[in-house]
């Protein structure tokens, strides 16, 4: 660390320095806080502290020591006290707060304790405006003093101040360390900023870049810049400087303002408000309208800023450089210069206003009459010479004045848009305002135009042009959309953090979902957005937002108010609050009242800023409320008592409710959700001590998640959970856990295609259910016997292990669902009639198949009509009816995807295909065939489908005319059979092969013969009697 350095490079915490001297620097600091910087602290800051993303400032007076040496505290502060001010304005005038100061150096903080949107910027603004204090400073005191600032943005944990201004406040976290790191870095002079902090400011500043350093306590090298000039811009100027994507979903409000333009075009002045949330799109829509103006129109466009409140006439200011083109590098004498000629050109009788509008552009006003008026008179000047401006302008030519952003306008500029507006009546002038619905600013007279959030199917259609359409991005754009909710940005700015932190990889418009990839990431610019937004609540209004954030999305106002301790009508008044500031809606559900989150991303911000003690504490209070308020109907909380107790970290209670949450999960088809439910439990057992009681938990989850994981085609993580609940149950000695599991592991090997290793699993359940005596475990046990040979072409025996089943059903039986996901008389009677399809009896396939069909509509069970309908499928392909295969398979197709049924995409697929193909479409077999690969379904996880995949793509190949793709894809699926030990798959490659061989004409007679000779042995072997007659014909036939 360098000897100089004021704050320490490791920790970000202030070097030690000669206390007297400390003393006096909080003594001075104390007494330069703004008074309204202070308010804001004391009412909006939470008492216990807040994680916050901010951007943090560490500024060190190069050459300090030298000033001082020798000389008392209080000359020192003398010397030191000029300094630390101009660094201290600076940073209070663009939003900071300086929290510690020791010496001779300053940490600030830009987003805190009050969130700002633009924590970055102003940060950057104040290091400029500190390094030009200081040069200033330095030439009126002939003294040599420079400055070196480090900035960084990220997340800390932020501590009151309470009270006072004791410099208790204070931020924590590797945020902190690093922008003290890069203040050691920078050279004297210099502005060191992060790549963070170059990424949330980029459109604004100018900056070089550095290179990456190594920076102690960080494993991976940090991207540093150079701050060398802000750029004025304004947030949209920024923002669209990157490029913008279509505009979508937005023609209607674009034809309104355009028939506003008309009406003005025709002389009748007119003024429009645009409403609508942040990130919603009045900017670009703003842009649109300006970019169709016919070339006669003038525009004129500024914008009110947040920072700029508190200063009078700042928009109408920008307004005027505009209307003069005064430059921010002209000299003053040269832009009054310029305003003088230019109202010297425009009319001799303007120049009565010259006064007003040099003080509106903080220039020298000559003689002492403009200084001599009363505030109330110079107001009414600069009001009069604002109509005189416009009105005059649009004598020429007809205008649009856009000031964006008026929910920060500042009163006196409201005061002049309100005059302005009175009297355009019969000018051409547009004024268009756009503004956000928490700080309403309204004019009598005018358009208002509200934009709500797009449409699901306007969202997608900016999403796919933001992403593409591959086939892998179906699920993820949807979970984008539904984070979203129809806000613009939050699409793009969304779709941005999915291609950075590549969970997507590809080319724009091209972009694909990253093979393992599943997180989204709320980006910086929408939680920066978000925050500024909750942290402008009363404390005890955004206290509510919290407590409702930790209930859920939805939240139950019974459950709010036992929390808050209080009575539902004593929150009525704060409900409606954030109800009008759009965070939540109010939903009328029979017998109760209950409140939603507008947006999934407001809720998991808000939840984000509490400290993990203060959720810890919530999320128990919640518990002890549903408890206590609902304890006769805790099957209808579950769910929120299943997170609620894992959140809080109660490991006991935990576990019973979220096993009792993920077989909720699993009865609605909500597979991922139960799969991360049981992630989470087995989290929860980690924290409990070894013991059989653990032990039976743990079992018990690993069994309960088999029937999530199976449609999601996971059946490797099926395997290795089963093996460990396997050595789990016999060391425990639990005979009725040792048949459940390995009822279980049948199905996952025999998926994977070890059959030797499942037929012994099986047997062993056999044994011991006949040893517990339970009748569910033997017929699961016996049926997945039967599948076993089913897949290895036995299916006589398949048949009669069947039959014996069909024999024990019962009820109860298809209640339990002992190792399987779908209902075990649906998946009995679709193995039995998949078996009869090969065995060639037609007749008893479709009475077992419509049977399964008819149980699967009674129970409303998704996963089992997938089951059934694709074997249904197949059947009436192989009865000639593939209009109606269609039709079934389309159906469950759709569902496969909806819920994700990973496994069933090859399988379906193959159906339709092969129906597609019976039809005489092959290029619809064709492109449904594809369909898998571009979902990026594993062929080593989901094998079993995929055989059937490759011989339908084979068969619809050769149909195509395309030959030796054909015979490539049927040596697939030849490899494919012989590696997993199955017959019957052979027998249909090679089939496929002599098709393919036969096609080439006589020169392969031989090959094809031989193909459908060895297609002839196996399906003989395996008694499949229709592909027996089709082998045989092939060889009769000879080759053409």
């Not at 040599?144 to 480090?150: L, P, S």
């Not at 002209?330 to 010297?344: F, H, K, L």
């Not at 942290?535 to 939805?554: C, E, F, I, Y």
């Not at 249909?988 to 004409?1001: E, I, N, S, T």
């Amino acid at each position: 660390m360098s000897a100089s350095a004021q704050f320490c490079g490791g920790c970000g915490r202030p070097r030690t320095a000669s206390t007297a001297m400390e003393r006096e620097t909080l003594s001075f600091l104390q007494s330069n806080v703004p008074a309204g910087l202070v308010e804001r602290i004391r009412s909006g800051s939470s008492g216990l502290g807040e994680r916050k993303h901010v951007t943090v400032l560490f500024a060190d007076i190069r050459g300090s020591t030298e000033l001082i040496d020798g000389l008392d505290p209080e000359q020192a502060l003398e010397i030191i006290a000029p300094i630390l001010k101009r660094i201290m304005d600076a940073v209070h005038q663009h939003d900071g707060f300086v929290n510690q100061t020791r010496g001779d150096g300053v940490m600030a903080l830009f987003g805190a304790p009050i969130a700002t949107e633009d924590h970055a910027v102003q940060a950057c603004r104040a290091a400029i405006a500190i390094r030009d204090n200081i040069r200033d400073l330095n030439a009126t005191s002939q003294r040599a003093v420079e400055v070196r600032i480090g900035i960084n943005s990220g997340q800390v944990v932020i501590h009151s101040i309470g009270n006072n201004l004791a410099m208790n406040y204070d931020a924590v976290g590797q945020s902190v360390h690093l922008a003290a790191r890069m203040e050691a870095l920078a050279e004297p002079g210099q502005i060191m900023l992060t790549a963070d902090t170059f990424q949330l400011a980029k459109g604004f500043v100018s900056a070089r870049s550095l290179g990456a350093a190594k920076v102690k306590g960080v494993s991976a090298p940090v991207g540093t810049y150079e701050l060398v000039a802000m750029r004025l811009r304004t947030r949209w100027q920024a923002r669209s400087s990157g490029g913008l994507s279509p505009l979508t979903g937005r023609q209607r409000e674009l034809a309104r303002l355009k028939q506003a333009m008309d009406g003005t075009a025709s002389g009748r002045g007119d003024a429009f408000t645009i409403l609508g949330a942040a990130g919603i799109g009045k900017s670009r829509l703003v842009h649109e309208f300006l970019a169709g103006l016919p070339d006669e129109w003038l525009v004129f466009e500024a914008a009110c800023t947040a920072q700029r409140m508190n200063s009078s006439y700042f928009p109408v200011s920008a307004l005027m450089r505009a209307i003069f083109r005064v430059d921010v590098a002209d000299t003053p004498d040269a832009a009054a210069n310029r305003v003088r000629s230019q109202m010297a050109r425009f009319d001799p009788r303007m120049m009565v206003h010259l006064p007003a509008i040099l003080s509106l552009l903080d220039l020298k006003v000559e003689g002492k009459a403009w200084s001599a008026l009363e505030p109330l008179e110079r107001r009414n000047k600069i009001v009069e010479a604002i109509k005189a401006l416009v009105l005059y302008q649009e004598r020429f030519t007809p205008l649009v004045i856009v000031i964006e952003d008026v929910h920060w306008i500042d009163a006196e500029t409201r005061f002049v848009l309100n005059n302005l507006i009175d009297a355009i009546g019969t000018a051409r002038v547009l004024v268009v305002a756009t503004q956000r619905p928490e700080r309403l600013w309204t004019h009598g007279s005018g358009g208002h135009l509200t934009l709500e959030p797009l449409s699901a199917a306007d969202g997608d259609r900016l999403l796919v042009s933001l992403l593409g359409e591959d086939g892998s991005l179906r699920q993820m754009r949807q979970r984008v959309l539904d984070h979203a909710q129809g806000n613009p940005l939050f699409v793009e700015e969304l779709a941005r953090s999915l291609r950075e932190t590549n969970v997507v990889v590809g080319e724009s418009g091209k972009y694909r979902v990253r093979s393992g990839s599943s997180a989204i990431e709320i980006p910086e610019t929408i939680h920066s957005v978000l925050a500024s937004r909750i942290d402008l609540l009363a404390p005890a209004t955004k206290s509510l937002l919290q407590m409702a954030a930790v209930v859920g999305r939805d939240v139950p106002l019974s459950v709010l108010s036992g929390m808050a301790g209080a009575e539902p009508d004593d929150l009525m008044e704060r409900l409606q609050v954030l109800e009008t500031a759009d965070f939540l809606r109010r939903i009328e559900t029979t017998g109760s009242i209950e409140y939603a989150f507008k947006h999934e991303l407001t809720r998991d911000v808000t939840y984000g800023m509490m400290l993990l003690s203060v959720r810890r504490y919530l999320h128990a209070r919640a518990i002890e409320v549903i408890e206590q308020r609902f304890p006769d109907r805790l099957d209808e909380h579950i769910d929120r008592l299943a997170d609620h107790a894992f959140a809080a970290e109660l490991w006991q209670k935990a576990i019973p409710y979220q096993l009792r949450s993920c077989q909720r999960a699993i009865r609605r088809g909500a597979n991922h959700d139960a799969v991360a439910i049981y992630e989470r439990g087995l989290e929860t057992l980690s924290h409990w001590p070894e013991s059989r009681k653990r032990a039976i938990a743990e079992i018990d989850f690993h069994l309960t998640v088999v029937t999530a994981l199976e449609p999601l085609g996971m059946h490797r993580r099926i395997a290795e959970a089963l093996r460990l609940a396997g050595r789990l149950a016999e060391g425990f000695g639990e005979p009725w856990r040792i048949a459940a599991v390995n009822c279980q592991l049948t199905v996952a090997l025999w998926r994977l295609g070890c059959h030797a290793e499942a037929m012994a699993a099986a047997r062993l359940a056999i044994s011991m259910a006949e040893r517990v005596g339970e009748p569910s475990l033997t017929f699961a046990a016996l049926h997945n016997i039967g599948i076993i040979h089913h897949e290895t072409g036995d299916f006589e025996t398949s048949l009669a292990y069947h039959e014996k089943c069909l024999a024990m059903e019962t009820p109860e039986i298809d209640r339990k669902r002992a190792g399987w996901a779908a209902l075990p008389s649906v998946t009995l009677r679709t193995f039995m009639a998949d078996s009869l399809i090969d065995l060639g009896d037609l007749a008893r396939a479709e009475q077992l198949a419509e049977e399964a069909s008819r149980l699967a509509d009674a129970a409303n069970h998704v996963y089992s009509h997938a089951n059934i309908n694709h074997v249904l499928g197949r059947l009436r392909i192989a009865q000639g009816r593939a209009e109606e295969a269609l039709a079934v398979l389309r159906k469950s197709w759709q569902s496969c995807l909806d819920l994700d049924m990973k496994q069933m995409y090859p399988i379906f697929a193959a159906r339709l295909g092969e129906a597609h193909l019976a039809l005489g479409d092959i290029e619809a077999a064709l492109a449904i065939l594809a369909v898998p690969e571009q979902l990026d379904v594993p062929l080593a996880e989901h094998a079993f489908g995929w055989r059937y995949l490759f011989l339908a793509q084979g068969t619809a190949l050769l149909a195509a005319g395309q030959a030796d793709d054909a015979r490539r894809v049927a040596e697939r699926a030849l490899a494919l059979a012989q590696e997993r030990g199955e017959p019957p798959q052979s027998a249909y490659a090679r089939k496929l092969l002599g098709d393919v061989a036969r096609a080439g004409g006589k020169s392969n007679a031989a090959l094809a013969t031989r193909h459908y000779e060895e297609a002839l042995a196996l399906a003989e072997q395996c008694a499949m009697r229709p592909l027996v007659r089709l082998c045989r014909e092939a060889l009769a036939d000879g080759v053409a």
